[in-house]
């Protein structure tokens, strides 16, 4: 029997499976790009003679990738030129300036830049809310990073067609271009790791027409639908005064509400709304760093758990979080839903846990395939290390995944099968060499915009 499994043993393994089972000093045999066994104590010897590599994981917990269900990767470029404002004057300030000038080899490199901060911080799965296309080949250079590491890219192809900032708005035409383009290209390629979906961007910058006009795409192809909801009370307000209606009971009036449509921040929805999102099995895409960086308010998470209403986590773009740090995001989603419901019983670290996995998948739109440890699933698995001062001792491990620990405890990474990172070294690119050039080409990019330094 040929042994050209990967087996990794003496490790908590944390399922995240329907049943929630943790099997402590547990194993995970990986067979080319799936989970062959998943199991509990000595690993039986018909596993391990399967195995031709073997990873110990003693003191560490084993968990599948989580998913960072919304990022704008070019912000890699761009974290810390506007803190400290709410978010229409973050866009003017730190957004347009930079990304009417941005080309395909900045977004390359800042799209390589972020995909390496996901891949440190646990993330197998992400979704870039991509909406910079003053050079169309920037979705390429995006598309080119994810390929080049070996993780899963989820593009959303962000677009405006009305009241946005005109370097950055869009015709139906070109809107509908592109993205039959994209689809076309890559949906589906990479075995499977690259995949598209439209990302309409604002409600106050999307008209009904092009709405319904790519919803119906996407409908057509599979694929989803991915647009901030509900992020300021500021833009429901316009939302009302503009189309009569708030933003969830607008996409429900146009028939764009479905398991299929990502629903990112909805921070400001009202009871209406939660039913809604509720009875169309819609995702909500939960952004708890950023929504308290730009103090956009707090989501009612607890709640939305409570209804069954599927949540996924993401950090937002790292222009305002500032990072792309997924562990981070646990530990702050637990406390701001405690603290905004004065609940310590708020929400649990399995629920957390949960949100990034399952919901991850998900959102990325592969569930069967994605965010549990299961045999038969694809081999996507996180190591995180616990023999830490930060974590010792580990009396729970759920908890200190989401209470005690940030990116620097991921110490591997494995996506359909193959390893992208182990013992906390990058081995798909030189990540010395990709710091030096993206600190090279962004200096670029503000000197030719007009960006202090």
């Not at 969830?248 to 629903?263: H, R, T, Y």
Request: charged letters at 20%; one cysteine or more; a negative charge.
């Amino acid at each position: 029997m040929a042994k050209n499994g990967i087996l990794i043993e003496n490790g908590t393994v944390i399922t995240v499976n329907d049943a929630h089972d943790v099997h402590q000093g547990g194993y995970v045999l990986l067979n080319g790009d799936r989970i062959e066994a998943v199991g509990a104590g000595a690993v039986p010897p018909e596993v391990r003679e399967r195995a031709g590599q073997v990873i110990d994981a003693s003191h560490m917990a084993v968990m599948p990738g989580m998913g960072n269900c919304h990022t704008h990767l070019f912000q890699s470029f761009i974290r810390g030129l506007a803190d400290d404002r709410p978010l229409l004057d973050w866009l003017k300030v730190a957004i347009w300036p930079v990304a009417e000038h941005m080309t395909a080899e900045e977004g390359y490199w800042a799209g390589l830049l972020g995909m390496l901060e996901n891949l440190r911080s646990g993330a197998t799965m992400v979704v870039d809310h991509q909406y910079i296309h003053r050079d169309p080949q920037i979705d390429d250079g995006v598309y080119k990073a994810a390929s080049q590491m070996g993780m899963r890219l989820l593009l959303a192809r962000g677009w405006a067609d009305m009241n946005y900032h005109p370097t950055l708005q869009e015709t139906p035409e070109r809107v509908i271009e592109e993205g039959t383009r994209l689809y076309e290209t890559y949906h589906g390629s990479d075995d499977g790791r690259l995949r598209f979906e439209f990302g309409p961007l604002i409600p106050w910058g999307c008209s009904d027409d092009l709405m319904r006009r790519t919803y119906e795409l996407s409908q057509q192809w599979g694929t989803g639908t991915h647009i901030h909801v509900a992020e300021t009370q500021t833009e429901v307000e316009m939302n009302i005064k503009d189309r009569g209606s708030r933003h969830i009971e607008w996409l429900a009036e146009l028939g764009i509400l479905g398991p299929d449509v990502q629903l990112v921040h909805s921070v400001w929805l009202d009871d209406h709304e939660l039913e809604l999102v509720s009875e169309h099995g819609a995702i909500i895409v939960h952004c708890p760093v950023s929504n308290m960086y730009l103090a956009s308010g707090a989501a009612r998470i607890r709640e939305m758990v409570k209804m069954g209403i599927p949540v996924a986590l993401a950090t937002d773009g790292p222009g305002s979080n500032n990072n792309q740090d997924m562990m981070e995001v646990l530990k702050t989603a637990a406390l701001l839903a405690k603290v905004s419901t004065l609940d310590a019983m708020a929400v649990l670290p399995g629920d957390i846990l949960r949100m990034a996995c399952r919901g991850g998948a998900l959102a990325y739109g592969q569930p069967e395939w994605l965010g549990s440890l299961e045999a038969g699933k694809k081999a996507d698995v996180v190591l995180v290390d616990l023999d830490s001062p930060f974590a010792m001792p580990v009396h729970n491990t759920e908890s200190a995944l989401v209470y005690n620990l940030s990116a620097g405890a991921v110490d591997t990474v494995i996506v359909d099968g193959r390893v992208l990172m182990q013992g906390k070294q990058v081995l798909v690119v030189d990540e010395k060499a990709v710091l030096a050039e993206a600190r090279r080409v962004c200096r670029k990019l503000f000197e030719r915009a007009g960006v202090p330094y």
